[in-house]
């Protein structure tokens, strides 16, 4: 799941904190962004082992720079997981 918003909100903790949620990473550090990095993204449920084809489809639809990079991270992240493996 990818979460969007201000660092300050406490959502970030609280799902951190969930025993329901694991592997819970914080991709960027920056503390703002006026818009959304993923305005065109709802919620979909994608099934653990096509995680990968749908970021790296994203990650090559990607025109923008902040776009693809927060894709490579999560796909980075995803390969270090449980669920890359």
Do not use: C
């Amino acid at each position: 799941m990818l979460l969007e918003g201000l660092r300050s909100s406490s959502l970030f903790k609280i799902i951190s904190a969930d025993s329901r949620h694991s592997d819970v990473v914080l991709l960027t550090k920056e503390d703002e962004f006026r818009e959304r990095l993923f305005p065109n993204w709802d919620m979909e449920l994608v099934a653990a082992e096509d995680i990968s084809a749908v970021l790296e489809d994203a990650l090559h639809e990607a025109s923008d720079p902040k776009q693809k990079n927060t894709l490579s991270k999560m796909l980075h992240e995803l390969n270090k997981s449980q669920l890359g493996k």
